[in-house]
């Protein structure tokens, strides 16, 4: 099977974590898998080149490949454009227009990086849970929306949040799976639902409907949460979790908040799939316009969401487990990036971090 790949680089430190990303997947074709790979622009690249966050011709080259390969998206100079025009509407369509629904965030400690952590390293030392963030509905897509002046006079933002009984059931079936399959055959699978069903009628809907969708799934516990609780648990007690069902600006929030237990957002890919596995696979953190260019971003997010791409789109787990224990390898060497350095550690490159990987294949 050939595994057609789409590589939007997009903005700020994208083109340069992508490249080694491309490397490790370039690595792998030589060693006999049929990988074929196709650029384009999107976000503050896309304006730049077509006019448009999301050019046409990147829509057509997404919907043809099996998976794309994202690197981060905005910059400085967009912040003043419209909002259609701004980078981040790229990746909002991308999202929306792929049907990618169920966003995977995973946050893992890795030993060596275990006190990289601003927290205690026994609150995060072994820590393992998957966020699963809804990620084409509620507040981001609702409509009405926008900024309208009210019969005083008063001019007034509003947008609107909504969750349909069809996209809380799919996104939900996920996330009992995930459980499912993280708890292994002997396991009991745990799942804890975040909301606010205590004030929005949107989040007391979701309950209602997540724990019909749980009888489906005895063998998985089923908790639900109120979001400022669990942002608070995620820094007190973050091993209590295992995998966190949450909509999509309540996941946004949240999966910052737990990329930090990890270390640093440098570590966290992510996976953003549709209903039939087709998946986008970007690195949970942002562009970092500041540090672009200088070669010093960590491309293991990137590199890891590679891992992801092989293991949910092309259901190779072995390809998936080679690449993650590369990384693991070159943290075993004391090989770090800036954001994971601790003090008196030799800091390397992003090419620098691409090669060791590539090496450690
Ligand atoms: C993320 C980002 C995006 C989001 C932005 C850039 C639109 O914060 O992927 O978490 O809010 O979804
Ligand atoms: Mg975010």
């Known amino acids: ?23 490790v ?13 196709e650029y384009a622009h999107i976000g503050g690249a896309g304006y730049d080149a077509a006019g448009d966050p999301f050019p046409a011709a990147t829509e057509k080259l997404a919907l043809a490949a099996d998976a794309v390969l994202l690197g981060a998206v905005g910059g400085y100079q967009y912040d003043t454009l419209a ?16 049907g990618l629904f169920a966003n995977l965030r995973p946050a893992m400690v890795y030993p060596e990086l275990v006190n990289a952590s601003s ?14 963030r809804e990620l084409t509905g509620d507040i981001y897509f609702g409509q009405p929306r926008g900024i309208r002046t009210l019969d005083n006079g008063e001019r007034q ?13 799919r996104v939900a079936h996920v996330g009992f799976q995930i459980a499912l399959k993280r708890a292994g055959l002997n396991g009991k699978g745990k799942m804890c639902s975040v909301d606010k069903a205590n004030v929005l009628d949107t989040s007391m809907f979701w309950r209602e409907i997540v724990t019909e969708v749980s009888r489906e799934y005895p063998q998985v516990e089923l908790s639900h949460m109120y979001v400022d609780n669990a942002a608070m648990q995620l820094v007190r007690a973050p091993k209590q979790f295992d995998v966190i069902l949450t909509g999509n ?3 946004d929030i ?9 270390g640093s957002i440098g570590m966290l890919p992510s996976a953003s799939l549709d209903a039939n596995n087709k998946g986008l696979y970007e690195p949970c953190h942002g562009s970092a316009p500041d540090i672009a260019g200088k070669n010093i971003a960590n491309p293991l997010a990137t590199i890891l969401s590679v891992a992801m ?16 224990t590369a990384v693991r390898k070159t943290l075993q060497q004391g090989l770090r990036t800036g954001d994971i350095a601790e003090a008196g550690m030799q800091k390397i490159g992003t090419a620098a971090m691409g090669d060791a990987v590539v090496a450690a294949l």
Not at 25 to 37: M, N, V, Y
Not at 83 to 98: D, T, V, W
């Open 1 to 23: 099977m050939v595994m057609k790949i789409a590589v939007l680089p997009g903005d700020g430190i994208g083109p340069e974590i992508v490249a080694q990303a491309a490397r």
């Open 25 to 37: 997947l370039e690595a792998l074709r030589s060693d006999g898998l049929k990988i074929e790979l």
């Open 83 to 98: 909002r259609p025009l701004r980078p981040e509407q790229g990746l909002l369509r991308i999202r929306k227009g792929l």
């Open 119 to 132: 927290l205690k390293p026994e609150l995060v030392s072994g820590l393992d849970i998957m966020i699963l």
């Open 157 to 169: 933002g509003f947008d609107t949040m909504h969750y349909s009984e069809s996209e809380i059931r």
């Open 249 to 251: 600006i309540f996941g």
């Open 254 to 262: 949240l999966s910052d908040e737990a990329s930090m237990l990890t």
């Open 309 to 324: 791409m092989m293991r949910y789109t092309f259901l190779r787990e072995d390809i998936a487990q080679r690449i993650e």
